[in-house]
């Protein structure tokens, strides 16, 4: 049977799409945590993707306390001008938290050539130069999230909370797996879905649940 168009607001598409969403995770059995839910109806309605409510992980008190940085002006570090372009930064700037994306900076596409490594690798040494809690989202490159790994080894960088959800088959899944047992309040899609819209989705469900 062929689809009906509805016309319908912006706000009623939203509220449906929700609704919908809700009615087919009840038929499929499954029960999302109430603070979580939020969250992860949020990435199923950015991704029309229903296998993220199995996947995306929130380590305990993660929700809380990405809640309390963002009140205490916590900088948000992407790894993609597509998660920044994403982001409701009206909303986040009544918190005086600052947003910052390195990857388009000429000086770092110039070290990551002179190097040989990736931008985002540099961007991620850059980011660890930032004073006060840094909130670190990677929504596209998995070698952002394996930086981080090293530098939080080597004590050069302690993110206050991670985001990892990069997307693609070349070390994602590894590169995620690194933060399997981490203590650090982290949200982590496993496997090797994800992405910048994702990333953006759940800051932005954090945000509109303040």
């Known amino acids: 049977m062929a689809a009906e168009f509805m016309r319908v607001s912006p706000q009623e598409i939203e509220a449906e799409s929700f609704r919908i969403i809700s009615e087919k995770l009840d038929e499929m059995g499954i029960v999302l945590p109430e603070k979580e839910a939020p969250i992860i109806k949020r990435v199923i309605h950015t991704t029309a993707d229903f296998s993220f409510a199995e996947t995306l992980t929130i380590s305990d008190g993660a929700i809380d306390t990405m809640r309390n940085l963002i009140e205490n002006a916590a900088t948000i570090v992407t790894d993609t001008n597509m998660t920044l372009a994403g982001i409701n930064k009206k909303r986040l700037e009544q918190y005086g938290v600052r947003i910052k994306c390195f990857m388009s900076d000429e000086d770092v596409a110039r070290e990551a050539k002179e190097r040989n490594v990736t931008r985002a690798s540099v961007s991620v040494e850059r980011a660890s130069l930032i004073s006060g809690p840094v909130i670190?989202?990677?929504?596209?490159?998995?070698?952002?999230?394996?930086?981080?790994?090293e530098l939080i080894k080597k004590r050069q960088m302690n993110p206050a909370f991670i985001i990892g959800v990069p997307v693609g088959f070349v070390n994602v899944e590894y590169s995620k797996e690194l933060f399997r047992n981490s203590k650090i309040p982290?949200?982590?899609?496993?496997?090797?879905?994800?992405?910048s819209n994702v990333a953006a989705a759940i800051i932005n469900a954090i945000v509109y649940g303040m």
């Open 136 to 149: 670190y989202s990677v929504g596209n490159a998995p070698t952002a999230l394996i930086e981080l790994d």
């Open 186 to 195: 982290h949200i982590i899609n496993w496997g090797n879905k994800g992405g």
